[in-house]
Every structure is written in structure tokens, then in C-alpha cells.
């Protein structure tokens, strides 16, 4: 059984998915960017499943949590899911471009095709690509909008290189 819960935060409403094998899916009703996002008629609401998770972002959007602690469960191709690893693994607070994670993932000329994995991220905020910037220090591509890519570098009071 795949479950869903949606909750508001300060910035927007979330849409969790998941069931026990993990967090699935992340969507921020932002309005804007690119990222269609449907709950399916086969997915069953379940706010309790749900609770930790729904608390620990809750945490982050009151600046009272820097990391998350929770059992993810993404899909998608081997490489997307090694550039989701690098985005991971990007500290709270610091920024990094696509070309430092193409060569964290040992290919420094896949800067275009990092930057197609970061747009698939199903789990955006917790596999930060908010965290991920053009190597000219501008902000670029987010698939909830670049206003909501700004909020989430604003609320990690990060400075842009």
C-alpha cells in the first residue's frame, strides 16, 4: 500500500509519499516551476504514517532542524540515484555547482546530465538540490521555481559565491 499525507508549512503546502520501505516522493505546491504532481486514487491518506516526518520539516521550516533523519526510498536510475547521493550528503548551509557534483561523482564533464537528475529529485528540501547553483554563482533550475529555490537558500541563510 502506498500512502500520502499533505500538510501546510510557512511557505507552502507539502505532499509526502511513501510507504514502509521508505519516503518516496516530496512535492512543494509552490505554484510555479515546472513539477506536475498528482495524488493517485490508489494511494490511501495516512497522516499518522506520516507524523515524524511531518514534524522534522516542520523543525527545518522553523530553522530548529538542520538534518533529517529519515528512511528514504527514491526511484529512479542508477545515476540519478548517485547524483541524489552527492546532493545528500551537501551540509546544511553551503551551496555546491553542478560541476562539483559531477566530479564528486567522477565525471566532471556530466555537469548538463547532473543538472537532469537534480530536475527528477522526487524528494526536494530533504535531498537538498535547492543546495545546487550554476558555476557563475547564479540560481538556476529548480523544478518548484527559483522563488522557492531562494526561500529554502534564505531560510539556510546561505550567501551565493
Avoid at 46 to 71: C, H, P, V
Avoid at 129 to 141: D, E, F, P
Amino acid at each position: 500500500m502506498i500512502y500520502y499525507t499533505q500538510f501546510k508549512t510557512r511557505l507552502w503546502e507539502i505532499i509526502l509519499v511513501g510507504n514502509e520501505l521508505g519516503l518516496s516522493n516530496l512535492h512543494m505546491v509552490t505554484e510555479a516551476g515546472k513539477r506536475n504532481f498528482k495524488i493517485s486514487v490508489n494511494w490511501q491518506r495516512n497522516d499518522s504514517f506520516f507524523e515524524t516526518i511531518k514534524e522534522q520539516i516542520l523543525e527545518y521550516f522553523a530553522g530548529q532542524r538542520k538534518q533529517f533523519d529519515i528512511t528514504l526510498n527514491p526511484q529512479g536510475t542508477d545515476f540519478q540515484k548517485r547524483v541524489w547521493e552527492q546532493l545528500y550528503a551537501i551540509p546544511f548551509g553551503e551551496i555546491r555547482t553542478y560541476k562539483d557534483i559531477a566530479i564528486a561523482i567522477g565525471n566532471e564533464k556530466a555537469s548538463r546530465a547532473v543538472g537532469m537528475a537534480n530536475s527528477k529529485n522526487p524528494l526536494p528540501l530533504i535531498v537538498p538540490c535547492h543546495r545546487v547553483i550554476g558555476s557563475n554563482g547564479k540560481l538556476t533550475g529548480f523544478a518548484h521555481g527559483l522563488k522557492a529555490k531562494e526561500q529554502l537558500l534564505k531560510l539556510e541563510n546561505n550567501t551565493l559565491r
